[in-house]
């Protein structure tokens, strides 16, 4: 197969033709969201059944064929696989000569840089690390949701116009990483999304178990104002018995979680430690004032006691 003659960044043709490996949740929607801009996506590497399903609905033009044979067709290839199978990846598409100069290749993982790229970036290729602030569920509405998000974007000095075009084109906002940055980047990113997910599936688990028939219609108010006021106001948003000092109200949830839901104890434990530490530091709880609630935190089972 003959490779197109290599081309440099200002030489690329305003429509690409965009090529997706990995059609998942992240992969379909960022390729349906070039196709908006006006890109063409031509084929696509989508082996479960959920992921061809998807493919089908948000790519339905593009052409389901293995890894190479999309990059061999793409002049903007869209790389969305795990973290931990981006670097065996590249390097086979490396391998089989299906990346080429000229090429602009693209991930979308947080974790990652352009680092993981580089021997995409020795066989000529442009790399850029793309990475959409936004939590995706394989649904219909992911695609309306990513309309003004952040993109995390590392790149050389050289390809920054680049990485700006495609995430303006995608609809979002280009925020600019150093490659040392990413882990911590991406650390705080999982923390604030992912564990936020699983302490509100908690919540309302314990909230069902207390008896109430719609937990999730309970909480939402709750959780909806929570979230803007610690936006808008940072640690001056935090409430509840902990920033009060309210040592007792403590050890009767840690004695109520010990009896009905222990695996909600330790996680519970370390959140209060934490909003303690936060509460203390921003001036919203004297220290003075926590000394019990610490002495319960240090040794929830003797404050659970006393």
Known sequence: MTNPP?????????RLRVGVIGAGRVGSVLGAALHRAGHRVVAT???????????ARLLPEAEVLSADEVAR???????????????????????????RPGQIVFHTSG????????????AGAFCLALHPVMTFTGRPEDLDRIGGISYGI??????????ESLVVEMGGEPEWLAETDRPLYHAALAHGANHL???????????????????????????????DNALRLGDGALTGP???????????????????????????????????????DSGRLRTLDA???LGVLTNPQQGATT
């Not at 290599?6 to 305003?14: I, L, M, N, S, Y």
């Open 111 to 122: 974790a990652h840089g352009v680092v993981v790229l580089a021997p995409a970036t020795q």
């Open 197 to 227: 997910t699983t302490l509100i599936n908690e919540a309302i688990e314990l909230l069902r178990q207390a008896g109430v028939a719609h937990p999730e219609r309970m909480i939402a108010p709750l959780l909806s104002a929570a979230v």
């Open 291 to 293: 000394e019990d609630l």
């Open 154 to 163: 590392t790149a050389p000095p050289e390809l920054r116009p680049v990485a």
């Open 45 to 55: 590497a989508a082996v479960s059944a959920a992921s061809l399903a998807r493919a």
């Open 6 to 14: 290599a081309r440099t960044p200002e030489d690329q043709p305003g």
């Open 242 to 280: 902990v920033v009060r000092g309210d040592a007792r109200t403590v050890v009767s949830h840690l004695e109520t979680l010990t009896a009905r839901a222990p695996e909600s104890v330790a996680a519970y434990l370390a959140l209060a430690r934490r909003t303690s530490d936060r509460a203390i």
């Open 73 to 99: 067709r793409a002049d903007l290839l869209l790389l969305a696989v795990p973290d931990d199978t981006l670097s065996d990846l590249v390097a086979g598409l490396v391998r089989t000569a299906a990346v």
